[in-house]
């Protein structure tokens, strides 16, 4: 059974810490991308990558880095985390061309305190 | 940029009710894409079609590509089908949009026994 699998479905950290979120793909899908997701504001996106070592900006970008040094690994790096950053986290990954096979992982919901 | 609307925002049903989700977007697109998040869970990916129909047990997705339209069938709703319903559709559609989405605002659904 393909997946996205997120390490953690919950996560409680300290204002200030520094944060990682990790997702791995295990369908040799080209593209990942991390989301955001909060009330009223629906699923916006963070950043993604499109290959090994690539990384573009989402809408939100901001306090944020990621990092893909592996196909199928890609991280979201909350630098120094701030109550702000309480949200759900999803990571999808999908194939290039039109049949994109879009997958999502379960969620981190971060708490930021 | 894409827009994607949806209607309604909340639903409320019966067991056993027919449920219409309307999708709507504001340019061309390559697909569509129909998904669900049941209360506290990680987004599972319905549908994604580019013409006509597909159906699958009691959902059904259709989507009207010259009227930018795109609707959501649920038939004999049962209350397991609570969650949020979300359609999405790729950014610079037609370009090399690397499979990035635009999301809907998602309806939620509560379906009462």
């Known amino acids: 059974d393909v997946k996205v699998t997120q390490s953690s479905r919950y996560l409680v950290k300290r204002t200030g810490e520094k944060v990682f979120l990790e997702c791995v793909q295990d369908m040799d899908h080209e593209n990942m991308f991390w989301y955001r997701q909060d009330p009223g504001l629906g699923l916006r996106l963070i950043y993604f990558s499109y290959d090994v070592k690539m990384k573009e900006k989402g809408d939100i970008p901001e306090g944020y880095s990621v990092s893909r040094e592996k196909k199928e690994r890609f991280s979201l790096i909350l630098e120094s985390a701030s109550t702000n950053q309480t949200s759900m986290y999803l990571c999808?990954?999908?194939?290039?061309?039109?049949?994109?096979?879009?997958?999502f992982g379960s969620g981190t919901r971060l708490t930021v305190v | 940029k894409n827009e994607v609307e949806q209607s309604p925002q909340n639903l409320t049903a019966q067991e056993g009710e027919f449920i219409t989700i309307n999708c709507s977007y504001s340019?061309?697109?390559?697909?569509l894409h129909w998904l669900q998040q049941h209360p506290g869970g990680g987004i599972v990916s319905l549908f994604m079609l580019s013409s006509g129909k597909k159906k699958h047990g009691r959902l059904i997705a259709t989507i009207n590509i010259q009227e930018k339209h795109s609707s959501l069938h649920i038939t004999a709703s049962h209350p397991r089908d609570s969650a949020v319903y979300i359609c999405?559709?790729?950014?610079?559609?037609?370009?090399?949009?690397?499979?990035?989405?635009?999301f809907g605002q998602g309806t939620i659904l509560t379906v009462h026994p």
């Open positions: 999405a559709v790729p950014l610079n559609a037609g370009g090399t949009s690397y499979g990035k989405l635009t």
């Open positions: 999808a990954s999908s194939r290039n061309g039109r049949n994109y096979g879009y997958t």
């Open positions: 340019v061309g697109i390559s697909a």
